[in-house]
């Protein structure tokens, strides 16, 4: 994990990580109980790190930062706010692992970001072991720069060569090992924030509404929603490309409420057919007369001009 007096590339020591480590979990509320099973390593081994009297492997770093919501780059770096960050070699934090491979963090550590971009390198016939699942929500993606790798996703394995590329939901069992003759030098970019507890995944309709149907609050393309825009179908309190609207403008059909190019409108003007209680031009209108084409003139009772 570290050269062998304990400090990393970047000049942070055991005790300064050990610090970062305790501080995150302090923020999270969490006891070393707590951490210690989220993370799948032991209290005393937490409990050591913390202190700063043990070296972690990487892989033991990668499961505490994964129990804690974040990424290794956070426990190295400081966070960064500038609109611009440009990572020159020598400054880029290096993690080495005792098995000989290493993992080059790339990306700096901006507030609120729970990203990580990498490159790492596997020595030939190295397993570099199994990564915890990260939370419901998070991506991985990884591309090959040369060498083979082998990715085991849930035990399942997929062999990758120089220009491949793939892409996985972060919250699975992930390894990875170098099954060649020469080094593996792979990149993976990683969003592991993850979706707030209890909350559905992108694009999931509430509970007991099909795809494409109904949806009350949520936008939909195709069939009715109450609440919010739909391209298709009726919707009570939107604009709607297509049919009938209970509140708002639509192009095409009956609205309550409002202006309508096409058929009935209760309560506004209307280009084209019955509306009650205004005027309109072309047909009949409930509450006043038939309006017929004529020249334009003053103002007459029925008629908006």
Known sequence: MAEVSGRFSSGLDMAALGARVRAERARRGLSLDA??????????MLSSVERGDKVPTVLVLDRIATGLGTSIARLLADERRA???????????VARD???????????VLPGVEFE???????????????AAHA?????????????????????????????????DGDCAHGFANPGRTPCV???????AGRPEGAAPEGTPPAGVPPG?????????????????????????HAVAGHAVA??????????????AGHAVAGHAVAGHAVAGHAVAGHAVAGHGHAQPHPARGPRPGVLT
Request: hydrophobic content about 50%; overall charge neutral; charged content about 15%.
């Open 247 to 260: 509140g708002h403008a639509v192009a095409g059909h009956a609205v309550a409420g409002h202006a309508v």
């Open 98 to 108: 005792p098995a000989g491979w290493e993992r080059r963090i790339l990306s700096p």
């Open 35 to 44: 951490l210690a099973a989220r993370a799948g390593v032991s209290r005393s």
């Open 117 to 131: 971009f990498m490159r790492t390198t596997l020595p030939p016939g190295v397993d570099a072991g199994v990564f």
């Open 136 to 168: 419901p929500g998070a991506r991985e993606y990884v591309a090959v720069e040369r060498g083979a790798l082998c990715l085991t996703l849930d035990g399942a394995a997929h062999d990758l060569r120089a220009g491949d590329s793939i892409y996985y």
């Open 213 to 237: 149907h109904a949806v009350a609050g949520h936008a939909v393309a195709g069939h009715a929603v109450a609440g919010h825009a739909v391209a298709g179908h009726a919707v009570a309190g």
């Open 186 to 192: 792979y990149y993976l970019a990683m969003d592991v």
């Open 83 to 93: 609109r611009v960050v440009v990572l020159r070699a020598d400054a880029q934090d």
